[in-house]
């Protein structure tokens, strides 16, 4: 077979990842596909995965994705000829303590959101299951039946067969050495000195896909790590189970192992606390079919934990510490998506140790993407476009990714931080709050406030009532009755200007653009299929020029869609996020305070207008409106004067709040976040958003919410029992059916319980509220840590419903 000149679609590397890709695509009918693999199929990391599926995962687009795996693993040999060794296993899943028991519990509710049955046992239970190990500190256990476990290299082989089939041309021993682009699009690769031009390129390099990314000058943050585990040879207690018999897979997370059965003998692997990041030049070129060297150094803590778990390991013979690279993001979740730079160029990475049990369902939704030109299911938290630029900088990724590994099993309490790359991102007015005693979380790499009581009212975390309940509770009321500065400077800020800039965006935003100078309008940007893709306000500043403003994870994504919605528009945008500060002045005093900043008066604004402003020495513009529901500013002031403003406020009487009680009144005031509630697959019907939308104006998604039902609603639910602690997720009841999910979820410190926004589908009636009850509310249950939690239900906003 010799190289081609051209082919529609190239996918790089001919991994797990690289094979399903190429599959799907075939499959779906694309032609002249070819796959470039720098050395043999599977040579990278897949030939040497342990090979485990886990089917309960914490998200329903994971869930979906690896179930979707599971079936295709069971069918590919029908199909092909080559067997994927899907076997299923079961998995148990261990606590030693309560926190962990919580956690596995909380999975298993979620799971029972998306179907999926999982049981709760006792130690006992756990011993039968896993005779081998010692259960004297379980508390608890959860046993997945539906969990199991292929062989890698096999999955690869039988989706590379698969596709060969098809029509797609595998070419071994042929590394890409250079991307090649087209007016700013790609438009081929080189092979040494051969070129094969091609319309759609996918990377899918696994841990060299940032350094193949960088040749065309996209960004793709995952960074490897070593990762280990042994294998022992055959061990009598294992060769008791029978032939043919297998051990479900062991999950120890406190112990941070996890532990099968393999030819007679154990497979124990981990992801040990501090774990060691490698850089990429230390693997040879040519690294193929090899492993990194042993560490036994390094395991010994794992090997204790392991012994003490399972003690018939004293009497095995380990064959070998296998120790294999693998690539991590900072988010631990996989990216896949186009390249936010580079249009035609595909990235799909990053896979943190799930590569095998996701390849299937991920490869199919990456075709899909290629083939229809964006996402065809709910994407969002694996969508690249999560990713900025400043995220993929190297010194970022090699402190934080050992971290992600390291904490891999972690419990993920609400409040959780990590400790490395920190202060990436800071705000202008960072310094002030630190000295106010700001409790910091890093998102997006910012530096974000999220209370003011500093480490002694942050930790211990828990699942339960946090330690900042009393001091966040502090700052909501100084958000409504005083006059507290939320910082937010690290939301999005572009500069739309040009003779076309109202044009452009009336074809980009659901709501009408065409405002008077020095109004504001709130919308969303929707994609073909009528998702919110992201949403934002918008300022108009002159007749040709706009500031958008819109969620701090949104910026790559909106640059996107207007770069590719640009067209004949005479058009400039600019992204001036770090130029800006904005600081929300959230209360009744909000005014007074502003006014006693300045002998200039403050102008006298309408809802969604904004003016001119002097805080102090600094100006700026202030905009009547709020993050919190709550009366009050957002100021928008240059970043070199953001603290003389900062400053002037302070000394005129105001206090501080950080994001969980803006979080707490937005969730009490029914205001959709993106991500949450608003995402690419959830219309602004469903939403409750329709009455931003200027149906007639020719937007982009209008023609899909013609004669668009919504089968499904934001609610806002109210707990009835203050014990009651939902964070995200959870899935929600109506006579006794699973019928959605809480999206969004806080202490409302208004009514003394928890307050959250749900999506919930169900029959018209339960969305006509006025003919359900008197009251406008029917009754649900929401289900936490396995147990179930009465709460009222409302379209409206909970602190107007429930008064
Ligand atoms: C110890 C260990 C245990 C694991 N256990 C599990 C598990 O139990 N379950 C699970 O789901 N996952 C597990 N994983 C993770 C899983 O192995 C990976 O997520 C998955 O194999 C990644 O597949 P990939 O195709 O992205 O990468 P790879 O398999 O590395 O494939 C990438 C390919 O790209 C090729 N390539 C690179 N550069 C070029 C170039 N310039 N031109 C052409 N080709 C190029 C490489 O040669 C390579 O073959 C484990 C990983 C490790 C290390």
């Known amino acids: 077979m010799t190289l081609p000149s051209h082919a529609r679609t190239i996918v790089i590397g001919g991994g797990v990842i690289g094979c399903s890709i190429a599959y799907h695509l075939a499959r779906q009918g694309r032609k002249d596909i070819v796959v470039l693999e720098r050395s043999k199929l599977t040579s990278g990391t897949t030939w040497h995965a342990a090979g485990l599926v886990r089917r309960l995962r914490p998200s329903a687009t994971l869930t979906k994705l690896i179930n979707y795996s599971i079936d295709l693993y069971g069918e590919l040999e029908r199909e092909t000829g080559q067997a994927t060794g899907w076997t299923q296993t079961g998995s148990l899943t261990l606590a030693t303590n309560a926190d962990r028991l919580t956690n596995i519990k909380r999975q298993v509710s979620l799971g029972r959101a998306f179907g999926l049955e999982a049981e709760v046992v006792d130690a006992n239970r756990a011993k039968e299951l896993w005779p081998l190990i010692e259960t004297d500190d379980v508390i608890g256990a959860v046993w997945s039946p539906a969990d199991g476990r292929v062989n890698p290299s096999d999955v690869a082989l039988a989706l590379s067969k698969g596709a060969r089939a098809r029509g797609v041309q595998i070419f071994e021993d042929t590394a890409v050495t250079e991307l090649?682009?087209?007016?700013?699009?790609?438009?081929?690769?080189?092979?040494?000195?051969?070129?094969?031009?091609?319309d759609e390129v996918v990377i899918a390099c696994g841990l060299w896909s940032r350094e193949v990314a960088a040749m065309a000058g996209a960004h793709m943050p995952l960074y490897a790590c070593e990762h280990f585990y042994i294998l022992t040879k055959p061990l009598a207690e294992v060769q008791a189970l029978g032939k043919g018999a297998h051990l479900p897979t062991l999950n120890d997370q406190d112990a941070f192992l996890y532990a099968r059965d393999d030819v007679e003998g154990l497979l124990v692997g981990s992801f040990e606390p501090h774990a060691k990041g490698l850089p990429l030049d230390r693997l040879p070129k040519d690294f193929s079919f090899d492993l990194l060297d042993?560490?036994?150094?390094?395991?010994?803590?794992?090997?204790?934990?392991?012994?003490?778990?399972?003690?018939a390991l004293e009497r095995a013979e380990v064959r070998m510490l296998l120790n294999g690279p693998e690539s991590f993001t900072l988010d631990s979740q996989f990216m896949l998506g186009e390249?936010?730079?580079?249009?035609?160029?595909?990235?799909?990475?990053?896979?943190?140790?799930t590569g095998i049990a996701l390849a299937g369902g991920a490869g199919k939704a990456m075709a899909e993407w290629i083939i229809a030109g964006e996402p065809t299911m709910e994407l969002n938290e694996a969508d690249i476009r999560r990713f900025s630029p400043e995220m993929n900088v190297l010194a970022a990724l090699e402190a934080r990714i050992p971290e992600v590994l390291g904490r891999h099993?972690?419990?993920?309490?609400p409040g959780r931080v990590m400790d490395s790359a920190r202060g990436q991102r800071r705000s202008p007015i960072h310094a002030g709050l630190v000295a106010a005693g700001a409790q910091f979380e890093a998102r997006g790499g910012w530096e974000r406030a999220v209370h003011f009581g500093g480490e002694a009212a942050h930790f211990p975390l828990s699942f339960c009532a946090p330690a900042w309940r009393g001091q966040v509770g502090a700052e909501v009321a100084a958000c409504r009755s005083g006059a507290a500065i939320l910082d937010q400077s690290a939301l999005g800020k572009i500069m739309v200007q040009g003779p076309d800039a109202c044009a452009l965006l009336n074809h980009l935003c659901a709501a009408q653009m065409d405002v008077p100078e020095g109004r504001i309008a709130y919308t969303q940007i929707l994609n073909a299929r009528g998702g919110i893709e992201s949403d934002l306000t918008?300022?108009?500043?002159?007749?040709?020029?706009?500031?958008?403003?819109?969620?701090?994870?949104?910026?790559?994504?909106?640059?996107?869609?207007?770069?590719?919605?640009?067209?004949?528009?005479?058009?400039?945008?600019?992204?001036?996020?770090?130029?800006?500060?904005?600081?929300?002045?959230?209360?009744?005093?909000?005014?007074s305070v502003l006014q006693a900043t300045s002998n200039t008066p403050v102008p006298d604004l309408k809802r969604f207008q904004f003016a001119p402003i002097e805080i102090g020495l600094a100006r700026g513009w202030a905009g009547r409106l709020s993050f919190t529901g709550e009366e009050g500013y957002e100021l928008y002031i240059p970043a070199d004067m953001a603290m003389a403003a900062y400053e002037a406020l302070l000394t005129a009487g105001a206090s501080h709040a950080g994001?969980?009680?803006?979080?707490?009144?937005?969730?009490?005031?029914?205001?959709?976040?993106?991500?949450?509630?608003?995402?690419?697959?959830?219309?602004?019907?469903?939403?409750?958003?329709?009455?931003?939308?200027?149906?007639?104006?020719?937007?982009?998604?209008?023609?899909?919410?013609?004669?668009?039902?919504?089968?499904?609603?934001?609610?806002?639910?109210?707990?009835?029992?203050?014990?009651?602690?939902?964070?995200?997720?959870?899935p929600v009841y109506f006579n006794g059916q699973v019928v959605g999910q809480v999206t969004s979820a806080a202490w409302s410190y208004r009514f003394g319980c928890s307050v959250a926004l749900a999506m919930i589908s169900g029959p018209p009636r339960i969305f006509c509220e006025k003919s359900f009850t008197a009251d406008g509310t029917w009754g649900v249950e929401v289900e936490i840590a396995c147990a179930r939690y009465t709460a009222r239900a409302t379209l409206k906003p909970a602190k107007e419903a429930f008064q």
């Open 180 to 198: 090649q682009k087209k007016a700013g699009r790609i438009s081929g690769v080189e092979v040494g000195d051969h070129v094969i031009a091609a």
């Open 294 to 311: 042993e560490d036994w150094d390094h395991f010994m803590p794992m090997m204790e934990n392991a012994l003490r778990r399972i003690p």
């Open 339 to 353: 390249s936010p730079e580079v249009p035609g160029l595909f990235l799909m990475g990053g896979m943190n140790s």
């Open 409 to 413: 099993y972690d419990n993920p309490y």
């Open 538 to 591: 918008v300022q108009r500043h002159g007749s040709e020029t706009y500031l958008l403003i819109a969620g701090a994870g949104e910026v790559v994504r909106v640059l996107k869609r207007m770069r590719e919605t640009r067209g004949d528009f005479r058009v400039e945008f600019t992204d001036v996020t770090s130029g800006y500060a904005i600081l929300g002045l959230a209360g009744a005093k909000a005014r």
């Open 659 to 730: 994001l969980y009680a803006s979080g707490s009144l937005r969730i009490e005031s029914g205001f959709r976040a993106f991500g949450h509630e608003l995402t690419p697959g959830t219309t602004p019907h469903e939403a409750g958003l329709d009455a931003f939308c200027a149906v007639g104006t020719g937007f982009v998604g209008e023609a899909a919410l013609q004669d668009h039902t919504p089968a499904r609603r934001i609610v806002s639910l109210l707990f009835d029992d203050p014990g009651a602690i939902p964070i995200h997720d959870e």
